[in-house]
């Protein structure tokens, strides 16, 4: 987590909150950011971080906001969007799922869906190359190898982040987030913490929603209401496994055979330090 803070910092951050030196390099309010990952490791939470830090608007698009079966819509919708971020700015535009919403031109085969990923080319691009000042497009994606490759070309979305799932120290602090308003007894967070190693932060929610109810239900069944206990958060985990691992076994053979300009090599070293490789 902490390299995403300093990524993010380095790319968004620091430019905001030093406007004199921002004019002295030539740095202006614009920017583009991909964060890719599994799913359930906080990729909207960050884009939302990052609006909150930088004191700016945030507007989140989905595929159901642009995606229009009658032709011509999602462009407009599109065109729209990104002219509201505009007249908001300081504004972060979140495009999520952009695997949907930017998938390669040449697998589509659909003319309307072609003309959709040209159209945010278009937006991302500016009409005039400075009317996206003071607009920070962050995208979202479990899946950067389906973007069409022409968004991550310079000035487009030409920065990659992976957001990976939470680290010891984070997961005993979700857990603890998910159990503190809980009645809870003798719970080990650290044991649980590193028991939990590749789940995501979605996948500890579901671990904590899974205790709670083993209580609940042996409650109901005694007609006594008792503690969430270690030894239901235990037959919880029994029950688990990490979401991530279908991610990571896709990741990996693009990671090796597909890593063209090194656009990977942040996943390639993790999944080399953490020996998936």
Known sequence: MHEVKDRLEA?????????????????????????YGPPGC?????????AGELGARFMSVSISDVLDMWIGNSERNLRQLFETARRNAP???FLDELDALGAKRSQIRNTGMRNTVNQLL????????????GVFVLAATNHPWDVDTALRRPG???R???????????????????LKD?????????????????????????????AAE?????????????????????????????????????????????NDGGAYDELLAYLKRKKML
């Open 214 to 258: 083993r209580a609940l239900l042996d409650s109901v069944r005694t007609g006594r209401a008792r503690m969430i206990e270690m030894s239901d958060l235990l037959g919880a985990l029994d029950q688990l496994r990490p979401s991530t691992g279908p991610w990571f076994a896709s990741a990996r053979n693009v990671a090796q055979f597909a």
């Open 182 to 210: 809980r009645p809870v007894a003798g719970i080990d967070l650290a044991k649980l913490a590193k028991r939990t190693e590749g789940f995501s932060g979605a996948d500890l929610r579901h671990l904590c929603e899974s």
């Open 156 to 158: 487009r979305l030409d």
């Open 160 to 178: 990659m982040l992976l957001v990976l799932p939470p680290d010891r120290t984070a997961r005993e602090g979700i857990i603890h987030h998910h």
């Open 122 to 133: 278009t937006e991302l691009d500016g009409v005039d190359g400075s009317a996206n000042d």
């Open 11 to 35: 790319a968004f951050l620091a430019p905001m909150r030093n406007p004199e030196l921002r004019k002295l390099y030539g740095k202006s309010l614009r920017g583009g950011l991909l964060l």
């Open 91 to 93: 504004c972060v535009l």
């Open 42 to 50: 906080g990729k909207t939470y960050i884009a939302r971080a990052v």
